[in-house]
């Protein structure tokens, strides 16, 4: 299973970056897919998660400014980040837990990361 993430870039504070990221591969199910992120000297942290029901969790800071999405057909999420700050500056790494098969067990999967800069 690959995670291709795209999408990160420098953009001023209260601007907008979309984040892409497709899985491909031996995929029988994807129980949900998800955004962490990670700053210089600080922890990797969940930044918003969306369940195959479409459930979402979202970490306080970012609620209200980014929307998680997903299209289940193109097993793509999406990440749309408005009003950025420059505390939003981090690596942002594509996150999900899959089933390869009906009877296997899910793994967990990691795309690599994409620099998100928001400039002050």
């Known amino acids: 299973v690959q995670l291709q993430a795209s999408g990160g870039g420098l953009v001023q504070a209260g601007g907008s970056l979309r984040l892409s990221c497709a899985a491909s591969g031996s995929i029988f199910s994807i129980n949900h897919m998800g955004w962490y992120r990670q700053a210089p000297g600080k922890e990797r942290e969940l930044v918003a998660r969306i369940f195959s029901s479409s459930v979402t969790n979202y970490l306080d800071s970012v609620k209200g400014r980014f929307t998680i999405s997903r299209d289940n057909a193109k097993n793509q999420i999406y990440l749309q980040m408005n009003s950025l700050k420059p505390e939003d500056t981090a690596v942002y790494y594509c996150?999900?837990?899959?089933?390869?098969?009906?009877?296997?067990?899910?793994?967990?999967?990691w795309g690599q990361g994409t620099l998100v800069t928001v400039s002050s």
């Open positions: 996150n999900a837990q899959v089933a390869t098969t009906g009877w296997s067990p899910t793994n967990n999967y």
